[in-house]
């Protein structure tokens, strides 16, 4: 008899222990359960960037350069000139990208001209609203603002160079218009200096000059 009491006893002793073993168990279970990564919505900082991520375009630009008075009063007077360039840039972020410019530069005063291969490398912010704050989910037209440098192989037409190749710097402004998601109409406005070729007789000629700009962009 004394037995089977020792037998009931150890049984009803592991029935107890159950629930605290089981309760001991949660916290290992819950530790092994992964949250799944959240869906990406399309309303992040990418959202258009990672759709297109690359573009190209072209742009026609009317510039007008600056005119240049010497210390010894000599007198360059700056002319309107149009060129051509090319464009190509990746979308870091919806708000930034980073674009290069090929530009077959052509400058005139009154005294010489000078021709260049100009490259430049610029960092653009676009003002486009995030998503989260847009009343729909695209925007059709994007401001924006930047920077730019690179360097220029100059050559002149009856003026001797000093130096072939010259920095160039630039700041630039427009705002571009989204017709669909693969074409936008660009409108801008660039600000370029040219640091000193050294013009014979003008070494301290450094060329300035406004520029306004119209194009396209292909993205894709």
């Not at 949660?26 to 991520?53: C, L, W």
């Not at 870091?92 to 980073?98: E, K, L, P, Q």
């Not at 005294?111 to 059709?140: C, E, P, W």
């Not at 690179?150 to 160079?161: E, I, K, Q, R």
Request: proline share 3%; glycine share 8%; net charge negative.
């Amino acid at each position: 008899m004394g037995a089977y009491k020792m037998k009931y006893g150890f049984l009803f002793c592991l029935i107890g222990l159950m629930p605290a073993v089981a309760s001991a168990a949660i916290p290992y279970r819950v530790e092994q359960v992964k949250t799944p990564v959240a869906a990406i919505s399309g309303n992040d900082d990418e959202a258009f960037a990672r759709m297109h991520r690359f573009y190209v375009g072209g742009m026609y630009d009317f510039s007008m350069w600056d005119s240049y008075t010497s210390d010894d009063m000599l007198h360059v007077a700056g002319k309107n000139t149009s060129s051509f360039e090319a464009v190509a840039g990746v979308r870091i972020f919806d708000t930034f990208r980073v674009e290069a410019n090929y530009v077959r530069t052509a400058a005139e005063w009154d005294a010489f001209k000078l021709t260049g291969d100009t490259a430049f490398v610029n960092a653009i912010f676009d003002a486009r609203i995030d998503s989260m704050y847009r009343l729909f989910h695209s925007q059709r037209i994007v401001p924006y603002v930047g920077a730019g440098a690179g360097l220029s192989w100059n050559s002149g037409d009856d003026v001797h160079l000093d130096k072939k190749i010259s920095p160039v710097a630039a700041a630039l402004a427009g705002v571009g218009f989204e017709l669909g998601e693969h074409f936008t109409v660009d409108l801008g406005y660039r600000y370029i200096y040219m640091f000193k070729p050294e013009f014979a007789g003008l070494s301290d000629f450094a060329p300035t000059a406004h520029q306004f700009r119209a194009g396209v962009r292909l993205n894709f």
